[in-house]
Each structure stands twice: as structure tokens, then as C-alpha cells.
């Protein structure tokens, strides 16, 4: 898949920085990513999914992206928007459990914990942290 026109978000307003990370074309198409970095995935096991900060709603609620890259250690995994709701909405499923907790500093976060096994059966792996070295700020 060649990426063309990669941009970021650099709007000044919330509401705009709410709604996507990246954005890229592919095959006459544009496309927007949501961009995380869980730096306790890896000890904990779960992948955190914000959904709320401060009362309102944020994250998987609001995005406007197509995809999210969620960095797990030294990995970045994509996944389809449409599949990590799914797998918030049918909690059911055995691998694909969730948990609602108050995080952050001022424990005004909300977030959603997912199996990261199970996160990363549905994802596809993107690359290592190695491989973007010189470009910081990519999660």
C-alpha cells in the first residue's frame, strides 16, 4: 500500500484534534488514523481505549479516523475502527472482555481495557518502535 501526502493533525482546536491523528491517501483515497501509545500495555496485558475525559466524551467516541495504530511495547498494531468498536460493544466474547476505569493524573479519564491477545488477533502489525527511530512523535 504506498502512502502518499501523510499529514498531521496540527489544528489548534479541540474539537478538530479529537477527530483524527494522521492522515494519508492511498489509491485515490484519504484515509485518518488514530494514533496511541499505552505504555503499560505490556506489564498490565491490557490495551487502554480512551472513551471519556473530563465527562466528555473522547477517543474511540468522537474519532473520525478509519483506522487506530495503538503502540504495545516496541510494536504498532492497526486495527480498523468499525472492529475495535465492535469488539468495546460485544463484550461477550472470551477474549474480548473490557473494564471501565478512572485513569490519568486527575482520574478524569475513562477507558476501556482490552485483552492486548485479543486486540492483537484483530490487528495487524505495523512496524517496530526501531523502525521509526528519526521520527518522533509517531504514537
Not at 495504530?69 to 469488539?87: H, K, N, P, S, T
Not at 472482555?97 to 477507558?111: D, L, P, T, W
Amino acid at each position: 500500500m504506498g502512502m502518499e501526502n501523510v499529514q498531521l493533525n496540527t489544528s489548534g482546536r479541540i474539537s478538530e484534534l479529537k477527530k483524527w491523528d494522521i492522515s494519508y491517501q492511498a489509491e485515490g483515497k484519504t484515509f485518518w488514523v488514530e494514533c496511541k501509545y499505552d505504555i503499560k500495555a505490556t506489564e498490565s496485558g491490557y490495551a487502554a481505549i480512551e472513551f471519556e475525559y473530563k465527562g466528555d466524551p473522547s477517543g474511540i467516541e468522537t474519532t473520525e479516523s478509519d483506522f487506530w495504530v495503538q503502540r504495545i511495547g516496541d510494536e504498532y498494531y492497526i486495527i480498523a475502527i468499525e472492529v475495535l468498536r465492535v469488539m468495546i460493544d460485544r463484550p461477550k466474547r472470551s477474549c474480548l472482555r473490557h473494564a471501565r476505569f478512572n485513569v490519568g493524573a486527575e482520574k478524569n479519564c475513562s477507558i476501556w481495557l482490552i485483552p492486548v491477545e485479543g486486540f492483537i488477533k484483530n490487528a495487524e502489525l505495523l512496524g517496530y518502535s526501531a523502525d521509526y527511530k528519526e521520527q518522533e512523535n509517531v504514537c
